[in-house]
């Protein structure tokens, strides 16, 4: 039995500088974790299912777990001196907060929020940057702006039939599920491989009509091969971000959330969704992009940017890139 504790001190040259400071921000990360998976789990019994009246950013209704998520997070991270600053879905604004801190972090504090008040799934998202400001200013945009590439740090905490955490360094993809009787997430899925098959395809296809149609022939294609498969992929669309590439990480599988006409630049954000699910699902062995280049090379322009997201087994990914750039020759891998 190995807590994630003490997994980052025996790995803690892996994330640069050795400082400990990683460790302290996983540490944060977990605490705020197990306290949202207490709330969640109680949240019909507290009141606190439902809306809290307000409109976000996105334009979205702010659920009340959504808000306790945001909040407890910024104090979390408010008082860790490692920490000079956060973006967070539910924040206009990049919230600049211990100016010595070296490192800058963007979140979806909770993923999913449809799906908070019918009990399924839900998940926190993160994504870490070292700052490229100097260190005793108060950090800026572009600390956050820097690209896919440049993250050190990404993970994912899935609040679903078990409290996980997933994250990477670019090491490897290591997976912990929640003790509650410990209160420690132990070590459960270490260095985690996407299979190379898919067993699944998520998508919601409620806008199937406007999507490209090298995108609706793919789809037909794999719809036609599962008719003559031995062992036919099935659908599994959940609606969290989380959930969905959680499955599809450890059973295989392609999600997507394609552009449309109307929204080219699809649904799904950039710095805060994508980044961290395409790096994590690259150091798992699988690919991601938006259609168009890898996802971790779209450049970041602005904190709340979207971006078309698809994301699977590498062999799989090239396929579908056959079909969306029919022009050009996909590397073979
Ligand atoms: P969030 O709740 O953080 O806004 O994210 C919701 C996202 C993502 O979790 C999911 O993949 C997608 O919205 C589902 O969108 P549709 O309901 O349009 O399918
Ligand atoms: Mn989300
Ligand atoms: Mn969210």
């Known amino acids: 039995m190995v807590t994630l504790e003490q997994f980052l001190v025996d790995r803690q040259q892996e994330f640069e500088g050795a400082t400990g400071a990683f460790s302290k921000i996983l540490r944060d990360l977990s605490l705020g974790a197990k306290l949202i998976s207490f ?33 407890l997070f910024i104090r979390l991270f408010s008082q860790n001196p ?37 009990g399924v799934p839900v998940g926190t998202i993160f994504s870490i ?56 997430f132990l070590l ?35 719809r036609t091969q599962n008719q003559t498969a031995e062992k036919p992929q099935s659908l599994r669309y959940v609606g969290s971000l989380v959930a969905d590439v959680h499955r599809n990480l450890l059973k295989g599988g392609l999600f997507f959330y394609p552009g449309t006409v109307k929204k080219p630049e699809g649904k799904l954000r950039l710095l805060y969704e994508g980044y961290p699910m395409a790096w994590l699902v690259e150091e798992a062995g699988g690919k991601a992009s938006n259609g168009k280049m890898p996802l971790l090379d779209v450049p970041a322009t602005k904190i709340h940017q979207r971006t078309p997201l698809f994301l699977g087994p590498a062999a799989d990914m090239e396929t579908l890139h ?12």
């Open 39 to 71: 709330y969640l789990r109680r949240a019909s019994l507290s009141g606190l299912l439902g809306e809290i009246g307000l409109t976000n950013i996105q334009g979205e209704a702010v659920q009340k777990l959504d808000h306790l998520a945001n909040t």
């Open 82 to 118: 490692h920490v000079a600053g956060l973006a967070s879905e539910e924040e206009e604004h990049i919230l600049p907060t211990d100016p010595h801190g070296k490192y800058v972090i963007l979140l979806d504090p909770l993923d999913g929020s449809s799906n908070i008040d019918v």
């Open 129 to 184: 940057y070292r700052r490229i400001t100097p260190v005793g200013s108060p950090c800026e945009e572009k600390d956050f702006l820097q690209g896919g590439r440049a993250q050190v740090a990404a993970g994912y905490i899935l609040y679903g039939t078990s409290t996980l955490l997933f994250y990477t360094t670019g090491q490897g993809v290591h997976g912990f599920t929640l003790e509650p009787a410990a209160g420690e």
């Open 188 to 222: 459960t899925y270490p260095a985690v491989r996407m299979p190379e098959k898919s067993q699944y395809y998520s998508f919601n296809d409620n806008q199937l009509h406007e999507w490209e149609p090298g995108l609706q022939r793919y789809i037909q294609h794999l």
């Open 322 to 333: 056959s079909f969306l750039n029919p022009h050009v020759v996909v590397e073979k891998t």
